[in-house]
């Protein structure tokens, strides 16, 4: 799975599954206490988010069955049915978001970056592709917009017992904070993670209006989160 997009391949697997079908086969998987009927389906290709359910359930399931006693089997049944449950709601997320991204791609498209932004620099710069129409008669638009964002340096607690060192300064160092430090190491991943806000043209805001470069804004206690690249200023409720 791309970072905004769904890829071809969990595309039709979560299209190829039923959501009532997989229900049932989920109950029928804690009766016979084995996956059965359920791995013939294509979980494992609906992206990590089921795929990871679907262990969670199977490691569930054989741990009931090597258990001996009544009341262990008691207690791990408990385990399975909401392993069993995690796995229908994850499985039914996917099928939303499949649902909103067919939906939304009529009208506005956002392409995934062909080259993930996580480079470790201090002065962050994601650029993202989109085109979009007002109407699907209408000719496709193509643009751009380029987030910027300057990692400030923090001073990190973990490097308080730590020797300073006398070799040569790493790249992370180059970039204005200690060694190993945490905070720089995920400022990059975190400055990526505002291409989710690229998604607030399904708020309705006029598509012609996106700038070409904004300067990503820090929330509470000078942190990024999901409003710090919201270039229209507003704070709508950002689906999954």
Not at 57 to 86: C, N, V
Not at 206 to 233: K, Q, Y
Request: proline share 5%; net charge positive; glycine share 8%.
């Amino acid at each position: 799975m791309g970072l905004m997009n769904l890829s071809d391949r969990e595309k039709q697997a979560i299209g190829a599954i039923d959501s009532g079908a997989l229900h049932d086969l989920v109950d029928q998987a804690i009766r016979s206490e084995q996956l059965g009927k359920l791995s013939n389906l294509p979980l494992y290709n609906c992206g990590e988010y089921v795929a990871t359910k679907l262990r969670y359930f199977d490691q569930a399931l054989a741990a009931y069955r090597i258990a001996k006693s009544a009341k262990k089997r008691e207690g791990i049944l408990h385990s399975i049915r909401k392993a069993g449950s995690d796995l229908t709601f994850a499985f039914g997320q996917m099928k939303q978001r499949l649902e909103v991204e067919e939906r939304e791609s009529q009208l506005f498209f956002i392409y995934d970056p062909t080259i993930a932004p996580f480079r470790l620099t201090q002065d962050m710069q994601v650029r993202v592709s989109y085109k979009w129409r007002r109407t699907i008669e209408d000719e496709w638009t193509s643009g751009s917009i380029i987030f910027k964002h300057k990692v400030q340096p923090r001073f990190d607690y973990h490097t308080i017992a730590q020797p300073k060192s006398k070799g040569k300064p790493s790249a992370r160092e180059a970039c204005g904070g200690p060694r190993d430090r945490p905070a720089t190491r995920m400022g990059a991943p975190r400055a990526a993670g505002s291409l989710v806000s690229a998604r607030l043209f399904r708020a309705g805001h006029d598509r012609g209006g996106i700038p070409g470069e904004f300067e990503v804004r820090l929330g509470d206690g000078d942190h990024l989160n999901n409003f710090s690249a919201d270039f229209w200023g507003a704070k709508p409720t950002l689906e999954a």
